[in-house]
């Protein structure tokens, strides 16, 4: 099976930045998903990697570590509409799928 | 263009009760995915689809079914309804099998058990 780990709630303050940290266990890595995901509301896709390093795309950066099993979604200058769930997915390669496997999210409260 | 849709959007059932929740991809994308959000948690994976065929199913009971159709579409399947089954489903479409391609997720449907 597989593991994923984040932290459970984060505060910060608007135009701060904040980390969010995911460890993860898997036998068939396959690639790394961060998404958004308001309250009632789709997951959003916001970033992805397969190998090591940073992407980053505008505000939001990802790194990857495969070696050591870990990511972080970096969330830059934040704004109040960034309060949301994220979500740390990784894909796993099975006998005859391809299917994410979620942390339990980590929910970002950005104050004035 | 239409991104993934889901229906219906809310649902209440009783207990024992039989439901089937439907989704749309994206035009173009074969492969759905369903998927299984408990409050307060991440999304669990139920089944994957491409091309008409079950690709994939996690950790779920027999009572969970779901099939695809020729336009790609796909429905989800539920029996005997729990307590426990009262969650977020979530479709997400892809537009093949493998491992190049990302999700898109619809808004899922919210189901209450009671």
Redesign the interface.
């Known amino acids: 099976g597989q593991n994923i780990d984040q932290p459970t709630e984060m505060t910060a303050t608007e135009g701060a930045i904040v980390q969010i940290n995911c460890t993860y266990q898997t036998s068939g890595f396959n690639g790394l998903f961060w998404y958004q995901q308001h309250a009632g509301e789709a997951p959003t896709f916001l970033s992805y990697n397969v190998l090591d390093g940073l992407e980053e795309k505008g505000r939001f950066s990802s790194f990857l570590s495969r070696s050591k099993g870990y990511s972080y979604l970096l969330l830059k200058e934040l704004q109040m509409k960034d309060s949301a769930s994220y979500l740390c997915a990784v894909r796993d390669r099975g006998s005859n799928d391809y299917k994410l496997s979620f942390g339990a999210g980590t929910t970002v409260t950005v104050r004035a | 263009d239409a991104g ?1 849709t889901q229906s219906p959007t809310h649902l209440i059932k009783t207990r024992g009760q039989h439901v089937t929740l439907r989704c749309s991809p994206i035009s173009g994308h074969k492969s759905v ?1 369903w ?1 299984q959000q408990v409050l ?6 139920i089944f ?1 689809y491409y091309e008409k065929e079950e ?4 950790n779920f009971p027999d009572r969970f079914s779901a099939r695809q159709f020729p336009n790609y579409s796909s429905e989800l399947n539920v029996n005997a309804l729990l307590l426990g089954d009262s969650a ?1 489903y ?1 479709c ?1 479409s892809s537009l093949e ?3 190049s391609y ?7 449907t ?1 189901l209450t058990v009671v």
Do not use: C
């Not at chain 2, 307060?40 to 994976?45: A, D, K, L, R």
């Not at chain 2, 690709?55 to 996690?58: E, K």
């Open positions: 993934v995915s998927y307060g948690q991440g999304p669990q994976f994957q690709r994939g199913r996690g977020l979530l997400a099998w493998g491992a990302g999700y898109t997720f619809g808004s899922g919210r």
